[in-house]
């Protein structure tokens, strides 16, 4: 089947909601108000492209292309980005609901969550050397040798992770989220 191609359009107001799409690339183009809740986006590659208020959650990422992506103030709760294409994969989050996402194995280095929600979010076995986490709430977040290496925690809330389990060479934490990081340890902190 060929593949459809649409570069330099702008999508508004569109509903795929629980719709496949297939066969079709995105090149540089911006999707505003639109819904891809439950929408299967398997097999599809978006490139150089923006989401701006849109609902993305539970859609479906089996081997998506997702390569240079921005989203802003986008519902993104659910979505498995493991399953994802990871061939030049890249994006960043502002103003974004990402609660209880999955982004295991991922290569999320230079990544930046601005303003974001990121509850229960699985970052186990993910490289997030660089990443920015800003103003962002991090309840309930795993990080399991995940690669933290000069990643940035100061603004952000609510992150725990244990040392030994992950790479934390140079990683920047707020002090009063340290009591977090020593939770295994059992420690009364005052």
Known sequence: METKLYQNRTFDTVDYSEKRLSNVEFVNCEFLNCNFSKSDLSHNDFLDSTFKNCNLSLAVLKNTGLKNIKFIGCKLMGLDFSASNSFLFSMNFEDCLLDYSTFIYKKLKKTNFT??????????????SLAL????????ATFVETILEKTDFRTSRNYAFDPSENKIKGTKVSHIALAGLLEKFDLVIE
């Open 133 to 140: 986490f800003k103003n962002c709430d991090l309840s309930g």
């Open 115 to 128: 303003d974001c929600s990121l509850k229960e979010t699985d970052f186990s076995n993910t490289d997030l």
